[in-house]
């Protein structure tokens, strides 16, 4: 039977809530709990003198033992070495960051552990254990945090009155580039990093869908008071509060729809809004495969949720 620590994948806890949650101790890369039948593997990035590296979405994870050849006895190399037959349970975080550890869920060995040369934290050539580790499930969920939305949504709001009052448009026609583009440098609201909203990148996204709802061109809107169009709104299929999830800028004309007022608040707020998001993603899926913007209909509706 698994274990659950109450983590998510994906989720960025600390060191004492990952000794809370496994009963096990707070030190060491590996840490076996017999109250919980696990073993916990930590996977540290900031450690330079082990050499944890992913290839082909397997871990080929570094035994324990900082100085000297490594050894399967006396230690929890063996217990891991023998973990497809001890029914102990391995657990997976990554600390790219100090303090920060995230989790990645229930991994096993993907291969035979392997023996190769590393330098210890003397520099000194050794041998050392490489455990190929691979995830039982790599299903990230997205967890809401409540004060990361709210940022979002100020800056949902910013965005969407600098687009209220139109009163001259270069051009009304725009074609997608079907380029990937790069983060810009994010705002701080109340000391939280948000992605900037571009003008004039939505108003590029309206103009493609030429000012019409694109749930239904049929949608009573009414015609904006400065110029002769639709009021319509801007909305980010892949939500800006999950840009940390991605390497590349989500404030792209690909990744804005064009919406009624209605169908906006539906998406945001209702409780039947499944039914837009997958005509949207239908849509949307494969110009987003061309920006960069790599994601599953199921993962985005876990965004939403």
């Given at each position: 039977?698994?274990?659950?620590?109450?983590?998510?994948?994906?989720?960025?806890?600390?060191?004492?809530?990952?000794?809370?949650?496994?009963?096990?101790?707070?030190?060491?890369?590996m840490r076996p709990s017999?109250?919980?039948?696990?073993?916990?593997?930590?996977?540290?990035?900031t450690k330079p003198f082990y050499k944890d590296e992913w290839k082909n979405d397997i871990l080929h994870y570094t035994g324990m033992g900082k100085y000297g050849d490594q050894t399967l006895k006396g230690n929890n190399n063996i217990k891991l070495y023998e973990s497809d037959v001890n029914g102990i349970e391995l657990h997976l975080f990554e600390v790219y960051e100090k303090t920060k550890y995230t989790y990645k869920g229930i991994v096993k060995l993907a291969d035979k552990p392997y023996q190769t040369s590393q330098q210890d934290e003397d520099k000194n050539n050794r041998k050392v254990w490489v455990f190929p580790l691979k995830q039982v499930d790599e299903k990230?969920?997205?967890?809401?945090?409540?004060?990361?939305?709210?940022?979002n949504i100020i800056k949902d709001e910013e965005l969407i009155d600098s687009l209220k009052d139109i009163r001259q448009i270069d051009q009304y026609d725009f074609a997608y580039r079907g380029m990937p583009k790069s983060k810009s440098e994010p705002s701080v609201i109340n000391k939280i990093e948000v992605q900037k909203r571009s003008r004039s990148t939505a108003m590029n996204a309206l103009k493609h869908a030429k000012f019409m709802c694109e749930i239904d061109e049929t949608h009573p809107s009414f015609i904006r008071r400065n110029m002769n169009i639709n009021y319509v709104e801007p909305h980010h299929l892949v939500p800006l509060e999950y840009s940390d999830q991605f390497d590349?800028?989500?404030?792209?004309?690909?990744?804005?729809?064009s919406l009624c007022s209605n169908c906006h608040n539906l998406l945001h707020y209702g409780k039947d809004f499944e039914p837009l998001l997958l005509k949207l993603y239908e849509e949307r899926k494969e110009l987003l495969s061309h920006v960069g913007i790599a994601i599953s209909y199921e993962e985005l509706v876990e965004m939403y949720l």
């Amino acid at each position: 039977m698994k274990f659950n620590p109450g983590f998510v994948i994906g989720e960025v806890v600390s060191n004492r809530e990952v000794s809370k949650a496994f009963g096990c101790a707070i030190m060491g890369g590996m840490r076996p709990s017999t109250k919980t039948g696990t073993l916990v593997l930590i996977s540290d990035m900031t450690k330079p003198f082990y050499k944890d590296e992913w290839k082909n979405d397997i871990l080929h994870y570094t035994g324990m033992g900082k100085y000297g050849d490594q050894t399967l006895k006396g230690n929890n190399n063996i217990k891991l070495y023998e973990s497809d037959v001890n029914g102990i349970e391995l657990h997976l975080f990554e600390v790219y960051e100090k303090t920060k550890y995230t989790y990645k869920g229930i991994v096993k060995l993907a291969d035979k552990p392997y023996q190769t040369s590393q330098q210890d934290e003397d520099k000194n050539n050794r041998k050392v254990w490489v455990f190929p580790l691979k995830q039982v499930d790599e299903k990230v969920v997205y967890k809401k945090d409540p004060e990361v939305e709210k940022a979002n949504i100020i800056k949902d709001e910013e965005l969407i009155d600098s687009l209220k009052d139109i009163r001259q448009i270069d051009q009304y026609d725009f074609a997608y580039r079907g380029m990937p583009k790069s983060k810009s440098e994010p705002s701080v609201i109340n000391k939280i990093e948000v992605q900037k909203r571009s003008r004039s990148t939505a108003m590029n996204a309206l103009k493609h869908a030429k000012f019409m709802c694109e749930i239904d061109e049929t949608h009573p809107s009414f015609i904006r008071r400065n110029m002769n169009i639709n009021y319509v709104e801007p909305h980010h299929l892949v939500p800006l509060e999950y840009s940390d999830q991605f390497d590349i800028s989500l404030d792209v004309e690909e990744n804005i729809v064009s919406l009624c007022s209605n169908c906006h608040n539906l998406l945001h707020y209702g409780k039947d809004f499944e039914p837009l998001l997958l005509k949207l993603y239908e849509e949307r899926k494969e110009l987003l495969s061309h920006v960069g913007i790599a994601i599953s209909y199921e993962e985005l509706v876990e965004m939403y949720l």
